[in-house]
Each structure stands twice: as C-alpha cells, then as structure tokens.
C-alpha cells in the first residue's frame, strides 16, 4: 500500500494528497512542491518555513466557535476571551500575521517578559485584553501602569507576595503624579495540587514554579483589600503544563480553581469575574494510529471548561465567570511548514552497480550471489536466513584473514541488497524479524538543515514532527529512513525508529531534487532553535491566497547571511572583513587580477546565507 504518511491523523484537513504530491487544502490547493520550487527559482536556497496565516485564522475561529457553542448547550452567561502567548512564537511575521486575522475577535496577548510586554503593547487593540505573567521587577509592573494608562485592557497576574507589595509601591508612585491614573487590572496565579500529564506537566502542581499557595492567597487577599484594590482584582489563573494529552487533570484543575475562585468572590472580592485557564490544549503530532498523543477532542475541552464552571457557580450562588484561555500550541503550531532540501543519501554503495566480484570468489560470496539473483517470493524467508548466516561466516573469515576487503564489500552490498528485497517480497510490517531487519538497511538522508534550529523539541525531548516528502506520493516508499542534518554534531539526527518507521524513496539526488516537509513546526520550535555551529532560522515566507483563491509569496526575510550571523554574536564586522582584505592584499601566491578576482568571490560568499548550496555536482 503507498504510504499516506498518516495525513489522516495529523493533519486536520489543512493538506491533502492529490495526484504524487501534498497540497495546501485551501483555495487553489496549491502543491508544497510549487511553493517551494517558485522560491527556490529566485535565488533562495537551503532550508524554507512556510507560514499560512489562514490556518491562524482557522485555529482562532475553531477555538472561539467552540466555546461560543458550549456556552450556548449549557446557557452560560459568562463571556469567553483568549491571548496568545508570547513564549509561543514572537517572530514578527507570525505575530502581525497573528494580529490582522485576529481583528474580529478582540483577541489579545499574553506576555512574560519586558520585550513581550512592549510586543504586546505595540500589537494589541486597544481593549483587547493583555495579560502579564512570569516573575516581574518594579520595571516591568511600571510598564503596566504605562500600558493601562494609554488606554489598554491589561491584567497583571501576580506570581508571588513580592510582586503584590511592588504593585501596591508603583500605584502609590503613579498616584503621586496623577491622582486619575488608571490601574492595571489584577490577576492572581494559584498554585494547584492538580498537574498535567506528559514532559511539559511541572507547569502545574503543588511544586511548580509559579503561583501562590492557598496561605499565600489569603495574604494576598488581605493586603490587596487593605490597600483599596479589591476593585482591580478581577482574575484567577492557572496553567498546568503544555501539550495536555489526557482529559482528567484538567477536569480536576478545573474544579480546584473554581472553588477557590467561589471562595474568593464569596469572601468579597466582588470584582473578581474572570478565570483563566492558561494553555495546554494540545495537538496531534502522530503519525501512526498506535503513537496518537490526545484523547480528547476541542469539543470535549470546551464542553468540560464551560460546564465545570458553570456547576460550580450555581452551587456557590456565584455569577458564572469569564473564561480566559492562553492557548498557545493549538494556535500556532499548524500554520508553519518547513521545507528542508535532501542533498545527499548515504548508503548509494549498497547498489549492485557497486559490486567487485572477482573471476574467482570465495565460495560463500558466490553462493551468496547466487541467493541475491534467484531471490523470489517463495523463497524469500528461507534465502534471507541462509544470507544472514553466510555474512556472519564471512566476516569471522576477514578477521582471520582468509578474505581481503573486496570480499568484505561485496558482503556487505549482496547481504544488503538481499535484506531489502526479502522486505519488499514479505511486506515491511509482516513480522518482528524483519521490522528488526529494517534497521541494517536504513538509508540515511542528509537534509540541508539543523535540527538544532528548526525542530529543537525533537532534539531536547524527542517530541514527534509529522515529516513526509513532498512528491513522488503515487510510488510506494520502501527504503527505512534516517535523518540526518547538517550540523558537525551527531544528535543532529532522527534515527529510524520501528514504532514510527519512515518510509523514504530512492532517489538519485544529482538528478532529481527531493525535499522533505516538517509540519506543525509553528509553536515554540522557532524561538527555541539554537545557532548550534551558527546556522540560523531558514528562510521564511508567508504564503496568502486573495480573493479568486491564488496564492502569493509574501514578506520574504532571507536566512542571515554568514557575516550577519558572526556580527550578531557579537564578532566586529568591519574588522573580519579589513583582516579578510589584507589577508589577501599581502599574500605572495597570488598577483593584483588574481586577488581581484578573489576578493569579488569572497564577497559573494560572505553575502550568502550560511546553509549549504552545493554538495558535490548539485546545487542546492
Ligand atoms: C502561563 C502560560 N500560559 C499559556 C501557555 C501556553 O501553553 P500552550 O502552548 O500549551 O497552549 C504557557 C506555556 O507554557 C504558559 O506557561
């Protein structure tokens, strides 16, 4: 069967297969392979991220459709508003991207620090809520109070007793000047016994980082009515950890925060109206039915948010509050596709073109020949058993010495070229043993990317990106594959792996470009990837599609050029380039035209991105 690379799980309808590629599902329906080939034509080589604002907008309406909905099965009479976090994708092209298809929703952002605080200052409107997380200085909570007075929708979430009296402190200072001065509304984060479950759980918790205890509660409800700012605290907060696979734990964070906000609103924080129940909605990174990641559905989710709190308001004898959501994976992870070009497939020496058989071959090479040319499916198990069993004789005789390194190759290369077959006659997935099997014939894939950069989370926790090429999809894939990217490290890499096996094709890269797609690479990858060995964030675009439904490649930003990247960590530009200049003025080897000449091809060099462009006769 060809290999759909488990579209149907991962994908949410946003690709389809169509023909021998994978195309956008939107509008034109336009190939990757397209896309990818029209830059490409222009000049820009190596790795490409491809951004679709459409499935920004279509995650945001998804998320708001379904709580408006729920609200309305269960006659909920609190509002629903959502941020984006920051923390998720701060890259300018996203986040205006982010903004312009987010205008019909009042939908705000959330920030963690002072550099979002000013992104989200200067991309939100007005009125559109803004909340504020994280640990702040006296800086930052001043920030605040700026933003509330210039008229913006800002919540500051306390994390801790400190910030409170810092608050207090800057509301005196700010009242001191001007005795209107708005204040920035107040939100406390609770620290739940209740955690989520998965590599990103210790969000939440008894032990988590953030948030206040219930003995730390009381004594921030206290000081807060003592200092006449009960009017300002209007929300209570939670998070409890990214990529929440299971259902359960939210249900129970869920129950916990709503009585404490019960509590709260019944000990006489009248304006408190709002809880927030941070991120975690998680996403679908599988490809395989048995690796699926969630058990849950967004209609599940929002139908558990809504009616939890709306039990728990009647029974407190409470106004159903607003729900807040930070959302940030579930937003932004599906709208960014990175492209990354195969330059190289290493194992194109198991190839029968690549045999040394002699006039005259020890006697187990030639009956292993003689296996590989009469190899059929009736005798595929039996001869793939036989074949094993020759090379472990043969390469007992090489360490004694019996056979020379020609032997050894052609070993290796029919025993190869046999386990392959054997595969392809018995099916891939037909028992362990050959599962097992398929490890001695991966074909490595060298990939003109760094893992480091653009896929970090796989790196650092091996979380799954659904990956496939982006044509040949009508031939069956039969080579095992593993990748490997550019960088001088070997956990640059993505190991074959028999409980999500790749499947790639064999192709002739000298002849014919092969590129494989990376998706839902949109959250948290991009801010994440580190310059390991200084290879930057690929080239980016963002792809629209106007009215008649064609698409457009748009705001363009070209990965850094070699001397951008020395110059941004923090090397002086002016003075690599005065020493690149006299290195070649004083040097003897060369004369005047001949240094000329290799100045102008230096400068060229250096004005390039630092991804690779050939490898060996191709260019890339
Ligand atoms: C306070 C807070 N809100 C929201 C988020 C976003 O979470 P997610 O991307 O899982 O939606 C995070 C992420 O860790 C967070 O710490």
Request: glycine share 6%; hydrophobic share 40%.
């Amino acid at each position: 069967m060809i290999d759909n690379y488990g579209i149907n799980i991962w994908a949410d309808d946003n690709f389809i297969i169509k023909n021998n590629t994978i195309n956008v599902n939107y509008k034109s329906q336009p190939s990757l392979l397209e896309i990818t080939k029209q830059i490409r034509n222009d000049g820009y080589k190596g790795p490409l991220l491809l951004r679709f604002p459409h499935l920004i907008k279509k995650q945001i309406s998804t998320l708001y459709n379904e709580f408006n909905r729920a609200k309305k099965e269960f006659d909920y009479t609190g509002r629903f508003q959502a941020v984006f976090p920051l923390k998720v994708n701060q890259f300018p092209n996203f986040i205006s991207a982010l903004m312009e298809v987010s205008k019909e929703f009042n939908y705000g952002l959330e920030a963690g620090s002072k550099a979002e605080l000013l992104i989200a200052i200067t991309h939100t409107p007005i009125g559109a809520p803004i909340t504020v997380n994280g640990f702040k200085d006296k800086e930052m909570i001043s920030l605040c109070f700026i933003a509330a007075n210039m008229g913006h929708n800002i919540t500051i979430t306390i994390e801790g007793l400190g910030e409170l009296e810092t608050i207090i402190e800057v509301n005196n200072e700010f009242n001191k000047e001007n005795k209107t001065a708005i204040i920035p509304k107040i939100g406390v984060r609770i620290r739940l016994h209740s955690s989520g479950i998965g590599v990103w759980a210790k969000s939440g918790g008894y032990s988590s980082k953030f948030g206040l205890s219930s003995t730390e509660l009381l004594d921030a409800y206290d000081l807060i009515k003592k200092h006449n700012l009960l009017k300002q605290l209007w929300m209570i907060h939670f998070h409890i950890g990214s990529q929440m696979s299971e259902i359960a734990p939210l249900k129970k964070a869920l129950r916990e925060a709503g009585n404490i906000y019960a509590d709260l609103k019944n000990r006489g924080a009248t304006a408190l109206n709002a809880v927030n129940i941070g991120g975690g909605l998680a996403i679908e990174y599988a490809q395989h039915e048995e690796n699926k990641e969630l058990n849950y559905s967004l209609k599940e989710f929002s139908n558990d948010v809504v009616f939890v709190m709306k039990e728990i308001s009647k029974n407190k004898g409470i106004k159903e509050p607003d729900i807040f959501t930070e959302s940030g994976r579930f937003i932004a992870a599906s709208h960014a596709v990175l492209i990354a070009p195969v330059l190289e497939l290493f194992s194109q020496d198991y190839h029968e073109k690549s045999l040394r058989l002699k006039k005259e071959n020890p006697p187990l090479i030639r009956e292993l020949n003689e296996l590989w040319t009469s190899l059929n499916y009736t005798n595929a198990r039996e001869y793939l058993h036989d074949a094993l069993d020759h090379m472990e004789s043969l390469l007992t005789l090489f360490d004694l010495g019996y056979i020379d390194l020609e032997d050894r190759s052609n070993t290796e290369i029919l025993v190869n070229l046999i386990i392959k077959k054997s595969i392809l006659l018995l099916d891939n997935n037909s028992s362990n043993e050959l599962k097992k099997l398929q490890n001695k014939i991966q074909e490595r894939y060298l990939l003109n990317f760094s893992i480091f950069q653009s896929l970090p989370d796989f790196w650092g926790l091996e979380q799954h990106f659904p990956m496939m090429p982006i044509d040949k999809l009508n031939i069956k894939a039969n080579n095992p594959a593993t990748i490997w990217d550019i960088t001088c490290d070997s956990d640059g890499e993505i190991t074959f792996n028999n409980h999500a096996p790749l499947y790639l094709h064999n192709v002739d890269v000298s002849k014919d470009e092969y590129f494989l797609a990376f998706f839902l690479t949109g959250a948290y990858q991009e801010v994440l990837g580190m310059k390991h060995n200084l290879f930057t964030h690929p080239t980016e675009v963002i792809i629209k599609f106007d009215k008649e439904g064609h698409y457009a490649i748009d705001e363009l930003i070209e990965s850094q050029n070699i001397m951008d990247v020395l110059d941004e960590m923090n090397y002086d530009k002016i003075h690599l380039n005065k020493k690149l200049k006299s290195l070649i003025g004083t040097s003897r080897l060369m004369n005047k035209k001949e240094k000329n000449k290799l100045q102008n091809k230096l400068d060229f060099y250096l004005s390039e991105n630092s991804y690779l462009k050939t490898v060996l006769t191709n260019s890339y």
